[in-house]
C-alpha cells in the first residue's frame, strides 16, 4: 500500500512534537562517553549501545550534538556501522568489536508511536526509567521514560464545497509519562500553547529515518517549516488530562503523567489523493 496522508499526517506530528519539545523546551542533554555491548536484534549487526535511548537528529537544534560517527579509540570513523537515532544505539556490521565511545545529545522526553490503547500503554506495558547515572544500562529494545505514546485517530471528513473540498478532522491521543512534575508541567505548559498553530506535512521524500533508525541525510526541521508555505496542518484544540495521584502511584514511584488530545483540522481535496 503507498503512503497516505494519514501516514504522512502522523509522522510529520511526531517531528513537530519532537522539534518543540527540544527547540522551544531546551529537552536535551549532552553525553560522551563509552558504549557497551548489547543484545542485538539483528542478525547481521552487533549492538552497541549508549546509556540513553534516543538521540537528537535534527541538525537545526542550537547547541545539540548530531553525531556522525563513533570512536575506537582517538579515531573516528564514520562506516562499517549503522546509527540507529530511535534506540539510542551504533549497529555495527559483522563480528567487528572493540571499545567505542560516542558523544551526543539525548532527548530528555522519548516519543513512540503506538496503535495501543492508554489502559494497555500504562498497565500491560513494562518501562524503564531514564537512566540517573552512566553506570545504569537499559536493553535497545526498552521503552524507556519520560517518554509519550502518540496514537493517531483517523477521525472523519466533512465537505465544504460542491469543488470536493472536505475538512479533514482527525487527533493524536498522548500518554505523557515523566519522572518529574517538574518536567512535566514544563513540557505541558509549552504543548498548552500551540492551539490553533500549524505544523508542516513532510513529503515522502522529507522523511528522515532508514529502517534500521539511520539518517537518510542531514535532516534539518527549521528549513522544512521556512519553506512550507502552503501544506501545513491546524491544531484546531488540545485538551490536557492529568493522572489522578492513584493512577501515578500505580505506574510506580517517581512516576507522574496525564494524556494530552490533539486535535487537527485539513482543508483538502480528499477524492484526489
Not at 516519543?111 to 518501562?127: A, C, G, N, P, R
Not at 535497545?140 to 472523519?156: H, L
Not at 493522572?243 to 490533539?262: H, Q
Request: glycine fraction near 6%.
Amino acid at each position: 500500500m503507498k503512503l497516505t496522508f494519514d501516514h504522512q499526517l502522523e509522522q510529520s506530528f511526531l517531528f513537530w512534537l519532537d522539534n518543540t519539545l527540544i527547540e522551544e523546551g531546551r529537552g536535551f542533554g549532552n553525553f560522551s562517553g563509552a558504549l557497551y555491548s548489547g543484545q542485538s536484534p539483528f542478525s547481521d549487526y552487533r549492538v552497541y549501545a549508549s546509556p540513553y535511548r534516543q538521540w537528537v537528529y535534527d541538525s537545526s537544534m542550537s547547541g545539540a550534538v548530531v553525531p556522525s560517527g563513533i570512536y575506537s579509540g582517538a579515531t573516528c570513523t564514520t562506516s562499517g556501522h549503522v546509527l540507529d537515532f530511535n534506540d539510542g544505539a551504533v549497529l555495527v556490521s559483522g563480528n567487528t568489536t572493540g571499545n567505542f565511545t560516542a558523544s551526543f545529545s539525548y532527548k530528555e522526553i522519548n516519543i513512540y508511536s503506538t496503535q495501543f490503547s492508554e489502559q494497555v500503554v500504562l498497565y500491560d506495558k513494562k518501562y524503564s526509567a531514564n537512566p540517573r547515572s552512566r553506570s545504569q544500562r537499559n536493553n535497545i529494545t526498552d521503552k524507556v521514560y519520560p517518554c509519550m505514546f502518540v496514537r493517531y485517530e483517523e477521525g472523519e471528513n466533512e465537505r465544504l464545497s460542491f469543488e470536493g473540498m472536505f475538512a479533514t478532522r482527525s487527533k493524536a491521543r498522548v500518554t505523557f509519562i515523566s519522572d518529574s512534575p517538574y518536567l512535566y508541567r514544563s513540557a505541558v505548559s509549552i504543548l498548552r500553547d500551540k492551539k490553533e498553530k500549524f505544523f508542516p506535512i513532510l513529503a515522502e521524500s522529507q522523511l528522515p529515518f532508514t529502517s534500521y533508525g539511520a539518517l537518510n541525510s542531514s535532516f534539518d526541521y527549521s528549513e522544512i517549516c521556512a519553506n512550507a508555505t502552503g501544506n501545513l496542518s491546524f491544531i484546531k484544540n488540545i485538551r490536557i488530562s492529568n493522572f489522578s495521584e492513584a493512577v501515578n502511584a500505580i505506574l510506580g514511584d517517581r512516576v507522574y503523567g496525564g494524556i494530552l488530545e490533539f486535535e487537527f483540522e485539513n482543508h483538502r481535496f480528499a477524492h484526489n489523493a
